[in-house]
C-alpha cells in the first residue's frame, strides 16, 4: 500500500500553503506492520528533501540524527520504516510563511485523520511540534470530544502521558528544519521522547533491543 494512493485533499481554501507542492508519503508501505507514526508539521519547499526522497534528503538527515540521538541506530528511511516507523506531516502542501493558520491546519487534519486510519496497529504517536499537536487535537475533537493534548507549553506537559483511543502520544518538538541543528536542548527532548516510544514497543513485545544501552 501506498499511502499517497489513499490521501484525498478537497478543495479547501487555504492561503499559505503552496498547494503546487503537495507531497504525501508514497513509499510501499505494510500498514500492519507500522506501530509509531511521526506526524511532523508540512513538506519542505524542494520536494528532494522530503523524508522519502532519494539520496540525502534534508528531513530524513535531521530525522535520522534524532533517532541516533535517542540511541536508535539507523542510517536510512528504510531502516526506520522497519522498525515500524511511519513519517508523515500534519500538513500536506509545503507552507509560504514561517507560520501555519489555525484554519489551514484544521482543513488538513481531515487529511491526516484519514491517513492515520489506513494504520490499524498504532501504539504511539509522536507529535512534532506545534502544527502536528493542534491537527491531532482537531482530530481528537471530532472523534472523542476533547483535545486529546491541553493547552501550555510543551516543555511544561509533555513529562505527562496522553493517550487517543487507547495509544500513548507524545507532545514534542519538530526535528526538521534549520532550528534542530541549532536548539541543543529540544533536540535532547526528541532524543527522550523516541526513546520512550520504543522502550512501549519493546514492552508490548512489538520490538525487541532497539536501544543502543552500551
Same mark, same amino acid.
Given at each position: 500500500?501506498?499511502?499517497?494512493?489513499?490521501?484525498?485533499?478537497?478543495?479547501?481554501?487555504?492561503?499559505?500553503?503552496?498547494?503546487?507542492?503537495?507531497?504525501?508519503?508514497?513509499?510501499?508501505? %505494510?500498514?500492519?506492520?507500522?506501530?509509531?507514526?511521526?506526524?511532523?508539521?508540512?513538506?519542505?519547499?524542494?520536494?528532494?528533501?522530503?523524508?522519502?526522497?532519494?539520496?540525502?534528503?534534508?528531513?530524513?538527515?535531521?530525522? *535520522?540524527?534524532?533517532?541516533? %540521538?535517542?540511541?536508535?541506530?539507523?542510517?536510512?528511511?528504510?531502516?526506520? *520504516?522497519?522498525?515500524?516507523?511511519?513519517?508523515?506531516?500534519?500538513?500536506?502542501?509545503?507552507?509560504?510563511?514561517?507560520?501555519?493558520?489555525?484554519?489551514?491546519?484544521?482543513?488538513?487534519?481531515?487529511?491526516?485523520?484519514?491517513?492515520?486510519?489506513?494504520?490499524? @496497529?498504532?501504539?504511539?504517536?509522536?507529535?512534532?511540534? %506545534?502544527?502536528?499537536?493542534?491537527?491531532?487535537?482537531?482530530?481528537?475533537?471530532? #472523534? @472523542?470530544?476533547?483535545?486529546?493534548?491541553?493547552?501550555?507549553?510543551?516543555?511544561?506537559? #509533555?513529562?505527562?502521558?496522553?493517550?487517543?483511543? =487507547?495509544? #500513548?502520544?507524545?507532545?514534542?518538538? *519538530?526535528?526538521? =528544519?534549520?532550528?534542530?541543528?541549532?536548539?541543543?536542548?529540544? #533536540?535532547?527532548?526528541?532524543?527522550? %521522547? *523516541?526513546?520512550?516510544?520504543?522502550?512501549?514497543?519493546?514492552?508490548? =513485545?512489538?520490538?525487541?533491543?532497539?536501544?543502543?544501552?552500551?
Amino acid at each position: 500500500m501506498k499511502p499517497a494512493e489513499n490521501i484525498e485533499c478537497k478543495d479547501f481554501t487555504c492561503s499559505d500553503i503552496n498547494k503546487s507542492g503537495c507531497l504525501a508519503p508514497a513509499v510501499e508501505i %505494510d500498514p500492519g506492520k507500522v506501530k509509531v507514526i511521526m506526524i511532523s508539521e508540512a513538506p519542505p519547499e524542494n520536494s528532494h528533501d522530503y523524508f522519502y526522497a532519494s539520496g540525502e534528503p534534508f528531513f530524513l538527515k535531521t530525522t *535520522l540524527q534524532a533517532f541516533n %540521538d535517542a540511541g536508535i541506530s539507523v542510517s536510512s528511511i528504510q531502516e526506520i *520504516l522497519d522498525l515500524g516507523f511511519y513519517l508523515t506531516t500534519a500538513v500536506k502542501c509545503p507552507k509560504t510563511q514561517y507560520g501555519i493558520s489555525a484554519a489551514t491546519i484544521k482543513n488538513c487534519s481531515f487529511v491526516l485523520e484519514n491517513e492515520l486510519s489506513l494504520f490499524p @496497529n498504532i501504539e504511539v504517536y509522536l507529535l512534532m511540534g %506545534d502544527v502536528a499537536i493542534k491537527a491531532f487535537n482537531y482530530i481528537s475533537k471530532r #472523534r @472523542n470530544g476533547k483535545n486529546t493534548i491541553p493547552a501550555g507549553s510543551t516543555y511544561k506537559i #509533555r513529562k505527562d502521558q496522553f493517550y487517543y483511543e =487507547g495509544k #500513548r502520544v507524545f507532545p514534542s518538538y *519538530l526535528q526538521t =528544519g534549520q532550528n534542530y541543528l541549532i536548539e541543543k536542548s529540544k #533536540r535532547v527532548m526528541i532524543a527522550e %521522547d *523516541l526513546a520512550e516510544a520504543v522502550k512501549i514497543l519493546e514492552s508490548s =513485545g512489538t520490538s525487541k533491543n532497539l536501544l543502543n544501552r552500551e
